[in-house]
């Protein structure tokens, strides 16, 4: 899709302005909102958005952040909820989640994506309250949610529900694993470093080293897209759920305004008080193999609701090891016993996430 940033104008622009007003971000009174000017309100507006909602704070609308902007106008209780295939999607369902979670009712980890856990979840509020169990959050599921929230703690059951069920154990022979390479060049290359490398070719070297590495170990491989081929993340997430993979790695490199940023990071779902325990422990053992073993900066494991980790139905972690953007990590991307230490790296990690092993510093 068409990125909108500082710069910007036109029509988009205003969407964009009137979905930051609504979401009380962005100022009435703001004088950019006369010319659908995107400049310096907006662009503070956007990235306040952005930074409470779990995304990066870039200050672009992009792939993640429209539609992030398109669910925050839902309001619990402004809409029917159901199930249905595409499923509803929205903050209001976010919030139903939360409220279903902190009841006692586990209704899947708290995205905003109503799936087959919350009209289960549903249904039980609602045999609970007296309810018809018909599974569809209309004005009186909601009115009983609301009255109940009032007198209920602000915590969540889905993180522990979870961990009941089990971690994965027994070692990596026979797991499904998906290696997603981000972007795709032609057309979507990702960030370029200074020497005019692209993501998208980095990142696919890395996910062919590392493919290797995991079938040699007795995994079995899905890969989302080939070398050279682009694909929007919604074929990503549908081609993860049709091969019913257990995890999905999804291979990126950061970027920064300042050449200097450096070292590698990991990112996980969460949001609000929840965060995915499968995910954060995969993220925090691929992040300590970063860290470790190819000596990169530790720039931490981090709970995140970009689009790919909260609308996938099995754990996502987003890997990025160095900063393309920098000149001497640019460098490194290059050479390809650097790559195969990444790769080498994240099929350490994985192996150690399958055979139960806690991450470092996990309760």
């Known amino acids: 899709m068409k990125?909108?940033?500082?710069?910007?104008?036109?029509?988009?622009?205003?969407?964009?302005?009137?979905?930051?007003?609504?979401?009380?971000?962005?100022?009435?009174?703001?004088p950019e909102l006369d010319g659908g000017e995107?400049?310096?309100?907006?662009?503070?507006?956007?990235?306040?958005?952005?930074?409470?909602?779990?995304?990066?704070?870039?200050?672009?609308?992009?792939?993640?952040?429209?539609?992030?902007?398109?669910?925050?106008?839902?309001?619990?209780?402004?809409?029917?909820?159901?199930?249905?295939?595409?499923?509803?999607?929205?903050?209001?369902?976010?919030?139903l989640k939360r409220r279903l979670n902190a009841l006692g009712f586990y209704s899947g980890k708290e995205s905003g994506v109503f799936d087959q856990a919350t009209a289960v979840?549903?249904?039980?509020?609602?045999?609970?309250?007296?309810?018809?169990?018909?599974?569809?959050?209309?004005?009186?599921?909601?009115?009983?949610?609301?009255?109940?929230?009032?007198?209920?703690?602000?915590?969540?059951?889905?993180?522990?529900?979870?961990?009941?069920r089990g971690l994965p154990s027994g070692g990596i022979s026979g797991r499904r694993i998906m290696l997603d390479a981000g972007h795709g060049y032609p057309p979507d290359p990702g960030e370029i470093g200074p020497a005019g490398l692209r993501e998208s070719e980095a990142a696919e070297s890395i996910v062919e080293e590392l493919g290797g590495m995991l079938v040699d170990a007795g995994a079995v491989v899905f890969y989302s897209r080939r070398r050279g081929e682009f694909l929007e993340l919604d074929a990503r997430e549908a081609?993860?759920?049709?091969?019913?993979?257990?995890?999905?790695?999804?291979?990126?490199?950061?970027?920064?305004?300042?050449?200097?940023?450096?070292?590698?990071?990991?990112?996980?779902?969460?949001?609000?008080?929840?965060?995915?325990?499968?995910?954060?422990?995969?993220?925090?053992h691929v992040?300590?193999?970063?860290?470790?073993?190819?000596g990169r900066l530790?720039?931490?494991?981090?709970g995140r609701t970009y689009r790919l980790l909260r609308e996938t139905r099995m754990p996502v972690v987003i890997v990025e090891p160095a900063f393309i953007t920098n000149p001497s990590e640019e460098a490194l991307l290059g050479e390809q016993s650097f790559l195969n230490r990444v790769a080498h790296a994240i099929a350490v990690a994985t192996g150690e996430y399958f055979s139960g092993a806690k991450a470092l510093g996990e309760e």
């Open 3 to 30: 990125l909108y940033k500082k710069g910007s104008t036109g029509r988009e622009v205003r969407d964009i302005q009137a979905r930051l007003v609504a979401a009380d971000f962005l100022s009435e009174e703001s």
């Open 38 to 95: 995107f400049s310096s309100e907006t662009d503070k507006a956007l990235r306040a958005f952005q930074q409470i909602k779990g995304l990066r704070a870039d200050g672009i609308v992009g792939p993640d952040t429209w539609p992030a902007l398109v669910e925050a106008s839902r309001v619990l209780g402004s809409r029917f909820l159901y199930l249905r295939e595409p499923p509803l999607r929205g903050d209001d369902i976010a919030d």
């Open 298 to 302: 530790d720039c931490r494991a981090h």
């Open 121 to 164: 979840a549903v249904e039980q509020f609602q045999r609970n309250s007296g309810l018809p169990p018909d599974g569809i959050v209309g004005t009186s599921t909601v009115e009983a949610l609301l009255r109940l929230s009032r007198v209920t703690k602000n915590t969540s059951v889905a993180s522990l529900r979870e961990i009941e």
């Open 239 to 284: 081609a993860a759920h049709q091969q019913s993979v257990e995890l999905m790695l999804s291979i990126h490199l950061n970027s920064s305004p300042t050449p200097q940023a450096c070292g590698a990071s990991c990112y996980y779902f969460a949001s609000g008080n929840y965060r995915s325990p499968y995910g954060y422990r995969l993220a925090n």
């Open 287 to 294: 992040q300590d193999a970063l860290v470790g073993e190819c």
